[in-house]
């Protein structure tokens, strides 16, 4: 079980991040078509995974938009911004801010945030997520990963981007 914090308070979450080096886990997500992806479905890509609890809070709406930014300039690489809003949330932020160089995947069914270790099982986000980013070469190794330290803060953009060089 891994800890971060909200608004001081610490919160644990049901495990730990996938280690830099390790495989991506085993993962189901929502697109917002409603069909369920995985692995197979992001083999040959490089990821970015921007997990957060809520694309209608101010710092998680940042970090989409932050991410989409540098989404245009990564090749073979997409971004997949991740909570457990439903599909259609995401969507309609996204399309309302014009946000096109992310994709959504909603983590409401699949147990995501199990196998990530991000869930977090106390506080006023109990079931929901905790901010993260994981990022993974095309074969699904793990390259990086961060928890950030509350989730109030916004996470290390750069320290992600990097280590996709």
């Given at each position: 079980m891994a800890q971060?914090?909200?608004g001081g308070t610490p919160v644990n979450t049901?495990?730990?991040?996938p280690q830099p080096g390790q495989t991506l886990p085993s993962f189901t997500l929502t697109a917002a078509n409603?069909?369920?992806f995985g692995n197979s479905d992001v083999a040959g890509k490089r990821?970015?995974?921007?997990?957060f609890p809520s694309v209608d809070t101010?710092?998680?709406?940042?970090?989409v938009r932050r991410f989409n930014e540098l989404a245009s300039s990564l090749d073979n690489t997409?971004?997949?911004?991740?909570s457990a809003d439903l599909p259609f949330a995401q969507g309609r932020f996204c399309g309302s801010e014009g946000l096109s160089n992310v994709q959504n995947a909603s983590s409401f069914r699949g147990g995501f945030g199990d196998a990530f270790g991000v869930l977090l099982n106390e506080g006023a986000f109990n079931g929901l997520l905790a901010r993260a980013v994981v990022v993974a070469d095309e074969s699904g190794k793990v390259l990086h990963t961060e928890l950030v330290a509350d989730i109030a803060s916004e996470p290390n953009y750069e320290a992600a981007v990097q280590a996709l060089s």
């Open positions: 971060t914090s909200f049901v495990g730990d991040l409603l069909q369920d990821v970015i995974f921007n997990i101010p710092t998680c709406a940042q970090s997409v971004v997949y911004c991740i």
